[in-house]
Nanobody, 121 residues
């Protein structure tokens, strides 16, 4: 029903920037809250950011606040994650997910395959 494909990951130096994209299939994207998560080697999956269906509401994890920005373009069925002031601890696989229950009580039913972000020191 829904397919999510992340792109834009890569290798960047500390202090640099990267913009991730998540392209979604299906007719439900424009009415669905979207989220970004990440998982570093040997660590648990961590919440990064979320955005409401209309882009008006956003949420960020504590360590991401002030550095990362989530946005979306419903005409393109795409959600973005702009990452600035990157740190080595941001190194992780980043996943895009689609909620079926909104942003504040989300149920992330659909997930992408992930894209690797590596920040060197």
């Amino acid at each position: 029903q829904v397919q999510l494909v992340e792109s834009g990951g890569g290798l960047v130096q500390a202090g640099g920037s990267l913009r991730l994209s998540c392209a979604a299939s299906g007719r439900t994207f424009s009415s669905s809250a979207m989220g970004w998560f990440r998982q570093a080697l040997g660590k648990e999956r961590e919440f990064v950011a979320a955005i409401s269906w209309n882009g008006i509401s956003t949420l960020y994890g504590d360590s991401m606040k002030g550095r990362f920005t989530i946005s979306r373009d419903n005409t393109k069925n795409t959600v973005y994650l702009q990452m600035n002031s990157l740190k080595p601890e941001d190194t992780a696989v980043y996943y895009c997910a689609q909620s079926v229950t909104g942003i504040y009580s989300p149920t992330y039913k659909y997930w992408g395959q992930g894209t690797q972000v590596t920040v060197s020191s």
